[in-house]
């Protein structure tokens, strides 16, 4: 799967757009990018997926750049709720049921 | 909506004690997966599987570990002899089928081995 790089932290007020960013500059073709997030030491939450195309559902909405080779989660009104630990990861939708693999994501911290 | 619970919620053992996680899969679910987080530091994958069999297993999934869908709800994970290292938050997840490959986490077994 491909690298992906995310900034470690970010800050944002309460009732702004959180948007938060990720480079995979070697994502290929048939690699979908996900994002996930955890709070505080829950289980991961899966947020959004997308391939090419953007994306947008009750969470949240995924723009990703024509080359591919990044994308921006946008949280179009933050709460404090949505303090967490975002992750960006870059897979393969096999049909083997293959792992995820995360890095160290970007903490948002949302602010009154 | 459907979830993946996780029991217990917390675990304390003493080293060279065994233990088992359970975890229940969202009902209709066939691939499951153990990941663990250690205080601090990146989600793990240990092992995935799917047809009664392993599909993928870490490194980290080393002779201590095993896994096992005793009947048609439960997974479970078992560390036969515990460690100190083995100390972690362990996640349980689940995908539906090969056409919907996200994956669904549970709440996480704390497990403090002392």
């Known amino acids: 799967d491909a690298k992906t790089t995310q900034p470690p932290s970010m800050d944002c007020a309460e009732g702004r757009a959180a948007n938060l960013p990720c480079n995979h500059s070697?994502?290929?073709?048939?690699?979908?990018v996900y994002w996930y997030r955890q709070i505080h030491s829950q289980g991961p939450q899966y947020i959004i997926h997308?391939?090419?195309n953007n994306e947008t559902n009750e969470m949240a909405s995924l723009i990703i750049t024509e080359d591919r080779k990044s994308s921006t989660l946008i949280l179009p009104h933050a709460t404090l709720r949505d303090t967490a630990v975002y992750y960006c990861?870059?897979?393969?939708?096999?049909?083997?049921?293959?792992?995820?693999?995360f890095g160290t994501g970007t903490r948002l911290q949302v602010t009154l | 909506e459907p979830e993946v619970t996780q029991t217990p919620s917390h675990q304390v053992t003493q080293m060279g004690q065994e233990v088992i996680l359970r975890c229940v899969p969202i009902?209709?679910?066939?691939?499951f997966y153990w990941y663990r987080q250690i205080l601090g530091q990146k989600v793990e994958f240990l092992v995935s599987?799917?047809?009664?069999?392993?599909?993928?297993k870490s490194e980290i999934f080393d002779d201590q570990f095993s896994v096992e869908r005793p009947d048609g709800s439960n997974f479970t994970l078992k560390i036969r002899s515990t460690k100190l290292e083995d100390s972690a938050m362990y996640f349980c997840?689940?995908?539906?089928?090969?056409?919907?490959?996200?994956?669904?986490f549970g709440p996480g077994t704390r497990l403090l081995v002392l």
């Open positions: 070697t994502i290929s073709g048939n690699e979908y």
């Open positions: 997308g391939l090419k």
């Open positions: 997840a689940s995908t539906r089928d090969r056409g919907q490959e996200t994956q669904y």
């Open positions: 009902s209709n679910h066939l691939y």
């Open positions: 599987f799917y047809n009664n069999e392993i599909s993928e």
């Open positions: 990861i870059v897979r393969v939708n096999t049909g083997t049921a293959s792992k995820l693999t």
